[in-house]
């Protein structure tokens, strides 16, 4: 019989155990061996059982058992040990305090950033991710902690949070949607000071409103706040805005949206009035999904008495966005309609003009949808500053963004990059930690791991080669228990009994090259690019003197029957019965099973087509763990591959090889460094009966790019490029400041198409020689502006057959006279020729103003006509 209600029975601790209830709260012992080892020291069983999930251990815990431990003085001992870290980690100084306590940093550092995002990926016990954005969340916000960064975490809890992933017997993807019980989970209500749960309101049309609870997860030291709109209050149509992560239609996740930037704001509001946390000077986007948190602030300035002006450049000022996306289908684009009935009236925000909402966020530029309000094109509207997550992503971004800047090349767009990193405490094996504190102690070790800043980890080049090895076999080992388990539960999901499957205790073998492949399944991250000559995979699979095994793992979206037909492709040829002892495909990919794959494999596959990748983290995570990437050179790859630790897939990107043809050549790329390189390199043993030259590359892989990809490295360099600039932009825009530049920004508009370079001409003593220098002399009309609202630069550098300036170098030149009676300015300035080969020039003028953060943000620029440049020889070779 089924229940006809479900609820939550706590436990009750006996008072010696009562700091085990806080160490299960805070989510830092998902990446804190020393108190997952209390939990498991707790019932082993039981910990097995419950995923090592504290929360669900403490649940199943027998009361004899409790009693027992309560009276075990060893324990208690354990107990308080480890409360007395947690306690010391939560209040200590940590590199944040230590940065802010000096004077240069002092004044820059934000009191508190609030970062949004719609998954975050903190713990399988927490299942609110999907894939890698929510990850990058996670492992932000964890990084964040170890900092001691004061962040906010702002999301949504979806009560079935993302599918789980089972298959059908003919190997199609099926999608179950398990309900979460908030009240299972490590979370807690923030409530009011008179115990009743904070509610969050907004307005929708009709009337109606959406309310929302928060909940709180203690992510280390940073508080993460997740709005559900699962409340008796709300009609059932509201009630299950929060009900999946990416589902629905898409007024669903235009709620979802609003919820999560308006409603996040509100959350943070209400957060710091209880709590009295510092309220945040920079708020910190993740992609598109909470752009409308610029809204949200937009209405509040204008509350404070800001006109709608002022109020975006002092949003503007505090917000730093970061886009994940390489492609323009992987945007969120509503019909404009859709959002303008939202907006307004008797909708929400009714105090701010809907014309002017709409216009944050339409695609009002070259190529674009003016019908269509695209959440990208607002998020970088409404921040001063933004990011790509690679060097390669962030050139990639440049030009996909370029036409919201018109006149400026891509490489002047105002979108920096900050690779992504992986946070290692949460990814390393307990094994390859433990390797490492042998050799340099266990505080060392953390502090390496978590906060990072040293270039290469030396230490690892004392560790002896047999000992490299013989980890690497036991991770490989571990993998092979993992998946043998994995499969069976599988094959008994898609119908087979247990007399089929004696075939699985012989699948995988702990001494063949082991290759890993998990990611989700569009179709630019080609699933089945391996599948591309069956007959030559089948022949690198049952090598008998080097084969490879290759274990595979992804999730198709659920509306996307093309990927799930992939994943189908993929696993009809797993199941032949010639190779299923050496290649698998193991359902339901998440974090669980990613700890366990990463360390596991000895070689980590990734082949997006080029440049579609924006990052692709999850060969990070490999690597820390002494797995060697092989991946095409994409996302960070391309930034840090080096022939020591990896190997690079050649590729065929361009427009004259179609989709198939590359397809073809990359794949035969990948079978031949499979066969001629990887393979006998890993078989190739030295004098000591050990394949000297791989362990090497694993020392290389440790050494290098180790440091290179911590989530650590990567929150420092937000913190240092991003937010303390965006903290010192934000207190500079203060209300009669945003005023100035608001009314400066519409006075340089009104006045630009009367702004004009007249003449150029240039004059050299000597012949156009390296080393020698032009005078460069200048005539613009300003129109109605002054010199001091402009700077007029020379833009020079090596030219290719259409005259394109490459690498760029600007000087500016120096008002000298004018207005004449004409009104014309004459400026003037020193060229030098620093370069040999084909060189131009040319001249530009652009807005100026001291809260400017880049010379592209006002979107302005005035070069010579054609009839100039000609006149004046504007461009030398």
Not at 43 to 66: E, F, I
Not at 600 to 610: A, E, F, M, S, V
């Amino acid at each position: 019989m089924k229940a006809i209600r479900r609820f939550t029975v706590r436990p009750v601790l006996p008072e010696p155990l009562a700091p085990l209830h806080d160490l299960a709260r805070n989510l830092r012992w998902s990446w804190h061996a020393g108190t997952r080892d209390l939990f498991a020291s707790v019932d082993p069983g039981h910990w097995a059982a419950s995923g090592g999930d504290p929360m669900r251990l403490l649940g199943g815990v027998a009361p004899a058992r409790l009693a027992e431990l309560a009276a075990d003085e060893a324990f208690l001992a354990s107990l308080r040990e480890v409360a007395d870290d947690l306690r010391g980690y939560l209040q200590g100084d940590r590199w944040y305090q230590t940065q802010a306590q000096t004077q240069a940093q002092a004044d820059g550092l934000p009191a508190a950033v609030a970062y949004f995002s719609p998954e975050f990926g903190i713990t399988a016990a927490l299942p609110q991710y999907s894939g890698g954005l929510g990850i990058l969340a996670g492992d932000h916000l964890k990084a964040a902690s170890d900092l001691g960064v004061p962040l906010i975490g702002v999301g949504l809890l979806y009560r079935h949070g993302y599918f789980r992933q089972s298959l059908s017997r003919d190997g199609w993807q099926q999608e179950t949607y398990p309900v979460t019980d908030p009240n299972e989970l490590p979370l807690s209500l923030l409530c009011e000071p008179d115990g009743s749960p904070t509610h969050i309101a907004l307005a929708l049309p009709g009337g109606r409103k959406l309310l929302a609870r928060v909940w709180q997860a203690q992510v280390g030291r940073v508080p993460l706040l997740l709005l559900d709109s699962d409340v008796e209050e709300n009609d059932p149509h509201e009630r299950d805005v929060t009900d999946r992560l990416y589902g629905g239609g898409s007024e669903h996740r235009l709620l979802q949206e609003m919820l999560l930037g308006i409603g996040g704001v509100r959350a943070v509001r209400a957060y710091c009035r209880l709590t009295g946390h510092p309220a945040p000077e920079v708020f910190h986007t993740n992609e598109g999904h909470a752009g409308f948190l610029g809204v949200e602030r937009i209405a509040e300035l204008a509350a404070d008495g800001l006109d709608f002006d002022a109020a975006i450049e002092a949003v503007r000022a505090g917000t730093v966005f970061t886009t994940h996306t390489p492609v323009p289908a992987g945007i969120d684009r509503f019909d404009r309609e859709l959002v303008a009935r939202h907006f307004g009236g008797a909708a929400e925000l009714p105090a701010l003009d809907v014309n002017r909402i709409l216009g944050l966020g339409m695609e009002t530029y070259p190529g674009g949808d003016p019908n269509v309000f695209n959440m990208a094109v607002m998020g970088l509207r409404l921040a001063q500053r933004a990011n790509g997550v690679s060097t390669l992503h962030g050139s990639v971004s440049r030009t996909m963004f370029a036409g919201l800047w018109p006149g400026f090349d891509p490489e002047e767009v105002p979108i920096a990059s900050v690779t992504n990193g992986v946070h290692a405490p949460t990814w390393v094996a307990p094994e390859v930690f433990r390797l490492g504190a042998r050799q340099i102690g266990e505080r060392r070790t953390e502090d390496a791991m978590s906060v990072g800043g040293s270039d290469r980890w030396d230490a690892v080049g004392e560790i002896p080669d047999r000992d490299i090895w013989e980890l690497r076999r036991e991770l490989r080992g571990q993998l092979v228990d993992e998946v043998r388990t994995r499969l069976a539960a599988s094959w008994r999901q898609r119908g087979a009994s247990g007399a089929e499957l004696g075939w699985i205790d012989s699948v995988l073998d702990p001494d063949v090259l082991t290759i890993g492949f998990a990611r989700r399944v569009p179709s630019y991250k080609r699933l089945t690019l391996m599948l591309r000559d069956p007959d030559r995979l089948m022949r690198l699979l049952l090598d008998e003197e080097r084969p490879v095994q290759i274990v595979v793992a992804g999730k198709a979206h659920p509306a996307d029957d093309s990927g799930k037909r992939l994943v189908q492709e993929l696993v009809r040829f797993t199941d032949d019965p010639r190779v299923r002892h050496r290649i698998v495909f193991l359902p339901d990919y998440g974090m669980a099973m990613a700890q366990k794959l990463y360390p596991g494999c000895d070689i980590w596959l990734n082949n997006p087509l080029r440049p579609l990748e924006a990052c692709g983290t999850s060969g990070m995570k490999a690597a820390l763990n002494g797995c060697l990437n092989l991946s095409v050179l994409d996302g960070w790859w391309d930034e840090w591959f080096e022939p020591d630790f990896g190997w690079a897939i050649p590729t065929a990107d361009g427009t004259a090889t179609d989709e198939h043809r590359r397809d073809d050549l990359e794949a035969a790329a990948l079978y031949d460094l499979l066969e001629r390189r990887v393979a006998p390199r890993f078989y190739e043993r030295g004098p000591e009966g050990l394949p000297d030259r791989w362990i090497e590359m694993v020392r290389q892989t440790l050494t290098h790019l180790g440091p290179k990809v911590l989530a650590g490295r990567m929150v420092r360099e937000y913190v240092e490029k991003l937010y303390a600039p965006a903290a010192r932009a934000d207190r500079a825009l203060t209300p009669d400041a945003a005023r100035e530049l608001a009314a400066w920004k519409a006075r340089v508009r009104a006045a630009w198409p009367r702004v004009a370079v007249d003449h150029v001409e240039a004059e050299t003593a000597t012949a156009a020689e390296l080393g020698a220098t032009l005078s460069l002399r200048v005539r613009v009309a300003l129109g109605d502006l002054d010199p001091d609202d402009v700077e007029v630069q020379a833009v020079s550098g090596r030219v290719d057959a259409e005259d394109r300036i490459a690498d760029a170098h600007t000087v500016p030149l120096k008002p000298v006279a004018g207005p004449d009676e004409g009104g014309r300015w004459s400026y003037e300035g020193p060229l030098s020729l620093d370069r040999t080969g084909p060189y131009g020039y040319t001249v530009r003028i652009l807005p100026s103003h001291r809260l400017l953060a880049s010379a592209a943000e006002a979107g302005l620029v005035t070069v010579p006509s054609e009839a100039v440049g000609e006149g004046a020889g504007v461009l030398m070779r």
